[in-house]
């Protein structure tokens, strides 16, 4: 283990794990069985040295030679889809930047676009901390057309999918 954070060396989980970067999988090396489990919050984990890590920064660290120094944002959105294509470094901010679903207590279940009392639509868009508004439109689907547009200039680290 390695003092400063507690995790196991790239060396040392070289030596228990094998990743296969077509399929994400992770395989003991010894048994030749499928490395880990599927977590309610939709991550995959495994168990290094009696400690549940992320199975993605463990791809990540396979792959590379060294810990990932930020977080690991999976570009499609789906938490335990570890294929190397889906992988990238990325900040929080960048991480974030990728995100598609709208906060729990937005009532209109729609990402970046709120109801005001006075019946219109507020589109609002955060970069760095800041809010920024876009607008406000006579209808929801205008509102989220103008997030939309706003995400894919201001939030360069999104992923768009179809």
């Known amino acids: 283990m390695s003092a400063c954070n ?22 003991w090396r010894q048994s030749k069985k499928r490395a880990g489990w599927l977590e309610r919050d939709g991550y995959c984990r495994v168990s290094l040295k009696g400690r549940a890590v992320l199975s993605h920064r ?14 690991i944002d999976h570009a499609n959105r789906i938490k335990n889809d570890n294929r190397w294509v889906n992988l990238r470094e990325a900040t929080r901010s960048t991480n974030l930047q ?25 589109a609002r868009i955060t970069k760095h901390g ?5 607008g406000t439109f006579d209808n929801k689907d ?3 057309s103008a997030y939309d547009a706003a995400k894919q200039r201001v939030h360069p680290g999104a992923v768009l999918l179809q």
């Open 6 to 27: 507690n995790k196991p060396s790239v060396e040392v989980i070289k030596e228990l794990l094998q990743y296969d970067p077509t399929t994400g999988f992770l395989m």
């Open 58 to 71: 463990v791809a990540w660290a396979l792959v590379t030679g060294a810990w990932p120094k930020g977080e």
């Open 98 to 122: 990728n995100q598609i679903a709208p906060r729990s207590d937005n009532l209109l279940g729609i990402l970046g676009v709120s109801k005001r009392e006075s019946g219109r639509f507020r």
């Open 130 to 134: 800041e809010t920024i508004s876009i």
């Open 142 to 144: 205008d509102a989220k």
